[in-house]
């Protein structure tokens, strides 16, 4: 199997915030009226093969390998203290392009990832098979760009995942069930995360992190026209190297 992708996408999008502050009484203090304009451009293309090969009659090699290339542009402006609406009337100017590039916050953005796949699959009968595959994912970075000030707008790195999958699919009475058994782990680096700021910034941050657990999923063909599914999961996740203060706000430990 391989393949080719290609993904284009240009996009407009308006954010304007109100924003009160509240303290212990009644004290009650309104900030300006945040707004601004994002038109962003993004380009992503990759190409991907998987193959397979017997081992024996039983025993099958299964190998993967994907590379991705992605490419944003961003252009923004951003202003404080206008009109509530949907556009940017009245107000100044809070930040924009040059601003953000005179602090060192790029603008555009290139990234390229080669992720790999390996696995074998195990064949006891033809009704039941075991399979043990390790892959990575990998998304790439951006903005954290629902800010209200320049100095917060700041670039976060791509997220990548070592996944390692561990499974049993099963077919039964006669081909009308399948019972599909699976543990997994998945091992992050850079893993995205949000928080909402002091000042009522929405912050994009990021934290390596783990997450395991077990799944299991049938479907029953019950008559020729009807089929009935279900799923259960049990999952656990942690950070591993995290700073519970992103701009000043506490956002925990888990």
């Known amino acids: 199997t391989a393949g080719i992708f290609g993904y284009k996408e240009s996009n407009f999008s308006f954010i304007g915030d109100e924003i009160t502050l509240w303290f212990p009484g009644d004290t009650r203090v309104p900030l300006p009226y945040f707004a ?14 998987e193959i397979e090969y017997d081992l024996t009659d039983n025993l099958k090699l299964i190998g993967g390998a994907r590379y991705t290339h992605d490419e944003k542009d961003l252009l ?7 009109t509530p609406g949907f556009d940017l009337s009245g107000g100044f100017p809070n930040y924009d392009n040059a601003s953000l590039n005179a602090l060192g916050t790029p603008t555009s953005l290139d990234y390229d990832k080669f992720t790999p796949k390996v ?3 195990y064949t006891f009968t033809p009704d039941i098979n075991a399979y043990l595959t390790y892959s990575q994912g990998w ?4 903005w954290s760009a629902r800010t209200n000030t320049d100095s917060e707008f700041v670039v976060f790195d791509p997220e ?3 996944s390692y999958e561990l499974g049993i699919k099963t077919t039964i009475g006669d081909g009308r069930a399948r019972l599909n058994y699976t543990a997994f782990y998945y091992d992050y680096k850079d893993f995205f995360s949000t928080a909402t700021g002091q000042t009522g910034n929405f912050i994009v941050f990021t934290s390596d992190a783990e997450f395991y657990g077990l799944e299991f999923e049938s479907t029953v063909r019950l008559t020729d026209q009807f089929d009935a599914f279900a799923a259960l999961g049990w999952e656990q996740g942690s950070y591993k190297d995290f700073d519970p203060v992103i701009f000043g706000t506490s956002i925990g430990e888990e």
């Open 76 to 82: 923004i402006d951003a202003r404080a203290g206008g």
């Open 119 to 121: 696995g074998l699959q």
């Open 36 to 49: 601004r304009e994002y038109d962003m451009d993004v380009t992503s293309y990759a190409v991907f093969t």
């Open 139 to 142: 998304k790439s970075g951006g």
């Open 160 to 162: 990548t995942v070592n």
